[in-house]
């Protein structure tokens, strides 16, 4: 692995943490080793009758906890080494928000905007062909991620039935509700970053119609967050996607931006053919520039290693919220805390998305399924619980809302260790 490896980068901050709460060492060292590792070759039958071959991986980085959870992402950048990062992030993100699972990740190394609707279709069922025996219900869930969205996740759940000759809905989340989908998990990842925002904003005091935002990335989790703070009357004055950015001092009208960006959506349902830099008439920015604007508060919401030693010493917002999985770099955290930002981190501040999907699962076992209300205030009361209790321990150990997030899942990660056995119990000094 090379020094700018993902997952060297993502441990890195394991060693920081250490040096400030007392967790049993063998937790550390069962974390720096994912637990299984696959990659499989995925076979297309392109349209034209040409076949492809894509590279596909998926990651178990945990399971002391529970099974497996994490997204299956669609991108041309997706490796082994970024899929164990992001396996990582989901082991201490479920700990975080005290899920009973642990981490898992994977994707397809595939520009999904190069393919026909049907072979998307087909490579996604190909996908699950190949990994059905990896992953289930009790053994690894995935779920949507950057470039995946319900339509593609109900297709592999029904793939997933084929294969196993049952109807298995818990296997995957994020389905569409007609598919045993839960209500409340299409913005669900945004509804949690806006609790945290929500709650900030009530402690220091802030006024939604003097507060600016910029968003990069306008997919998901950017157009949900956009959308609920919009609501709540916060200024948006800055969105960007793959093609770069737009900006407006007065702020945008959102429920149009969305609109503009959906309509130009490239397959039913699917990916956006158009930029919202063409489709709307604004300023135009470079994605970069979006991350370097003076605002109160900056979304990253798109992909990771977007804030590195690079450009943190030129941002100028009071306040970030990790919409996305790893946007700042290990490396940055200093330069961000040494300015005074306060960052909200990933395994926190996305942690909605990973909730509801534990709701869907938790419905499709039982049977039951619930109201959108209920979904929304079990969301809303476990994010705010979980909320304080980094708050509470950041406050105690003077440290960053970072690092006492990673020091909350280490101790519930040490907590685990300790009780399956650790050097001081076969010592007998327990
Ligand atoms: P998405 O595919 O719906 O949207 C991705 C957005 O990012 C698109 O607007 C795309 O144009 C933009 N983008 C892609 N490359 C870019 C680049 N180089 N520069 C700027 N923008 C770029 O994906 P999503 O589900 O919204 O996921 C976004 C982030 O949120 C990812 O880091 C993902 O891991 C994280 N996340 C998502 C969920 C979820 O439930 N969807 C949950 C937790 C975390």
Not at 289 to 311: H, K
Request: some cysteine; proline content about 4%.
């Amino acid at each position: 692995m090379s020094d700018d490896s993902p997952f060297l980068s993502a441990l890195r901050r394991l060693d920081a943490v250490a040096e400030v709460v007392d967790i049993p060492e063998e937790t550390f060292l069962r974390l720096r080793h994912p637990k299984a590792v696959l990659t499989v070759s995925v076979p297309l039958r392109r349209d034209d009758g040409s076949l492809e071959i894509f590279t596909a991986h998926r990651v178990h980085h945990n399971d002391l906890r529970g099974p497996g959870k994490g997204g299956l992402r669609y991108h041309p950048d997706v490796t082994l080494d970024e899929c164990k990062a992001l396996a990582f992030w989901m082991t201490c993100k479920c700990a975080v928000m005290d899920l009973p699972y642990g981490g898992a990740k994977g994707g397809i190394a595939v520009d999904p905007k190069s393919l026909s609707l049907l072979e998307l279709e087909r490579l996604s069922r190909g996908l699950i062909r190949r990994i059905a025996e990896f992953i289930g219900p009790q053994l690894d869930i995935p779920a949507p991620d950057v470039y995946t969205n319900e339509r593609i996740m109900g297709w592999m759940m029904d793939e997933y039935a084929h294969v196993v000759r049952r109807h298995e809905p818990a296997v995957i989340t994020g389905k569409p509700l007609a598919l045993g989908g839960s209500h409340g998990r299409s913005d669900a990842t945004a509804r949690g970053g806006y609790v945290c925002i929500a709650k900030l904003a009530e402690e220091r005091g802030w006024k939604p119609a003097e507060t600016t935002v910029a968003i990069q990335g306008f997919g998901n989790a950017g157009q949900g967050i956009a959308r609920l703070l919009d609501e709540a009357g916060y200024r948006i004055i800055a969105v960007g996607d793959s093609s770069g950015a737009i900006f407006s001092e007065d702020g945008f009208d959102v429920p149009s931006l969305i609109k503009a960006k959906n309509e130009t959506r490239k397959l039913e349902a699917v990916y956006c053919e158009g930029s919202i830099c063409d489709q709307v008439d604004a300023n135009r920015i470079s994605n970069a520039e979006l991350l370097e604007l003076d605002v109160d508060i900056l979304i990253p919401a798109a992909l990771e290693d977007v804030i590195t030693t690079d450009n943190a010493a030129n941002i100028k917002a009071r306040t970030i919220l990790e919409l996305a999985n790893g946007p700042v770099t290990s490396d940055a955290d200093d330069i961000l805390d040494e300015a005074g930002i306060t960052v909200i981190p990933d395994i926190l501040a996305n942690a909605g998305g990973v909730t509801v999907s534990y709701y869907e699962w938790v419905q499709n076992r039982s049977g039951d399924y619930w109201s959108a209300d209920e979904v929304r205030q079990r969301l809303e009361n476990r994010m705010s619980y979980q909320f304080d209790r980094v708050m509470e321990l950041a406050a105690e150990k003077e440290i960053s809302l970072r690092m006492a997030a990673y020091a909350l899942a280490l101790k519930r990660l040490g907590e685990s260790a300790e009780a399956v056995g650790t050097r001081d119990l076969f010592n007998g000094k327990d």
